[in-house]
Nanobody, 117 residues
Framework: QVEVVESGGGLARPGGSLRLSCKVS????????MAWYRQAPGKEREVVAS?????????YYAESVRGRFTISRDLAKNTAHLQMNNLKPDDTAVYYC?????????WGQGTQVTVSS
């Protein structure tokens, strides 16, 4: 089993920033698929950002966050990050980290992000 531990959520003002972290118990290689999802009240869970390589060409962003969020990984530390800038109230959601290992998806517990004035 792969453990996924998320941190960094909290309360931010509109226009503010938060940095989410996702530490996993298994090694990450440059082609290991990882992603950040979010689920807002009354909404379906959606992909926010995903990555399966090291360079920017391997990253995907939802249109709603493109230009504001950045996904990255520190392979040596088995950790992924989601830098969230220029936050908006619509970004309020529970954010989940997932990693695919051996054909199975492993999920974190979710971390709450609230954007409010």
């Amino acid at each position: 089993q792969v453990e996924v531990v998320e941190s960094g959520g909290g309360l931010a003002r509109p226009g503010g920033s938060l940095r989410l972290s996702c530490k996993v118990s298994s090694s990450i290689r440059d082609n290991t698929p990882m992603a950040w999802y979010r689920q807002a009240p009354g909404k379906e869970r959606e992909v926010v950002a995903s990555i399966a390589g090291i360079g920017i060409d391997f990253a995907y962003y939802a249109e709603s966050v493109r230009g504001r969020f950045t996904i990255s990984r520190d392979l040596a530390k088995n950790t992924a990050h989601l830098q969230m800038n220029n936050l908006k109230p619509d970004d309020t959601a529970v954010y989940y980290c997932t990693i695919n290992k051996g054909g199975q998806n492993f999920w974190g517990q979710g971390t709450q992000v609230t954007v409010s004035s």
